[in-house]
């Protein structure tokens, strides 16, 4: 079953958004793209003239919010606007082989690249590559083989909220779960919309 976008995500500068992320796509290879949609995602949080809808600014005790505010109907991308609770995140994960383009709209978050060292079966290693805090404005991409991050809040009372942009719906992916070391145990993961409330 295809998850569709809810029919209240209308927001204030939508369409802006959606003009300058069409025009992105249609560059066709994926490393103009994804640069493509940084640099437009950098200045459009910071000039504020898109809103984002009210309800993402509204966190969830047990997780981080997913919810999805466009999904394109002719190049089939999908934005997905993350809010993240004081100390949500997430394990090692990876994006299921899709480009992405993420930016911090609100407060930051702690991301954190790993690198893929080797894989016996259903066990990888990695080794962590660098972290960075980034904070209202920042964006930046990941574009598989080098897809493997982590990402968390680690602020202990104010939220975060992220907006990230995929090649196309990402309704699943891996995490990995620590085993020992720099081991990880690869677990598959389905990835749900929130409802607006």
Same mark, same amino acid.
């Given at each position: 079953?295809?998850?569709?976008?809810?029919?209240?995500?209308?927001?204030?500068?939508?369409?802006?958004?959606?003009?300058?992320?069409?025009?992105?796509?249609?560059?066709?290879?994926?490393?103009?793209?994804?640069?493509?949609?940084?640099?437009?995602?950098?200045?459009?949080?910071?000039?504020?003239?898109?809103?984002?809808?009210?309800?993402?600014?509204?966190?969830?005790?047990?997780?981080?919010?997913?919810?999805?505010?466009?999904?394109?109907?002719?190049?089939?991308?999908?934005?997905?606007?993350? !809010?993240?609770?004081?100390?949500?995140? !997430?394990?090692?994960?990876?994006?299921?082989?899709?480009?992405?383009?993420?930016?911090?709209?609100?407060?930051?978050?702690?991301? !954190?690249?790993?690198?893929?060292?080797?894989?016996?079966?259903?066990?990888?290693?990695?080794?962590?590559?660098?972290?960075?805090?980034?904070?209202?404005?920042?964006?930046?991409?990941?574009?598989?083989?080098?897809? @493997?991050?982590?990402?968390?809040?680690?602020?202990?009372?104010?939220?975060?909220?992220?907006?990230?942009? @995929?090649?196309?719906?990402?309704?699943?992916?891996?995490?990995?779960?620590?085993?020992?070391?720099?081991?990880?145990?690869?677990?598959?993961?389905?990835?749900?919309?929130?409802?607006?409330?």
């Amino acid at each position: 079953m295809t998850i569709q976008a809810l029919p209240d995500m209308v927001f204030p500068g939508r369409d802006k958004l959606v003009g300058a992320l069409d025009m992105a796509v249609a560059l066709g290879d994926e490393h103009e793209i994804t640069a493509a949609l940084r640099n437009s995602l950098c200045q459009m949080i910071r000039d504020r003239d898109i809103q984002l809808p009210d309800c993402v600014f509204e966190p969830l005790e047990d997780h981080y919010a997913r919810r999805e505010i466009y999904r394109s109907p002719e190049h089939g991308y999908s934005v997905v606007a993350m !809010t993240w609770g004081p100390g949500q995140g !997430t394990p090692i994960h990876d994006h299921c082989g899709l480009w992405c383009v993420e930016g911090v709209w609100d407060g930051g978050l702690e991301i !954190t690249q790993y690198e893929l060292l080797e894989q016996d079966g259903e066990r990888f290693r990695f080794r962590g590559t660098g972290g960075m805090i980034a904070g209202p404005g920042s964006a930046g991409s990941l574009i598989p083989p080098h897809e @493997y991050h982590a990402i968390r809040n680690s602020s202990r009372d104010e939220i975060a909220v992220s907006v990230h942009i @995929y090649k196309a719906a990402m309704e699943a992916c891996s995490m990995f779960l620590p085993d020992h070391g720099e081991w990880f145990l690869r677990a598959d993961k389905a990835l749900k919309i929130d409802q607006a409330s």
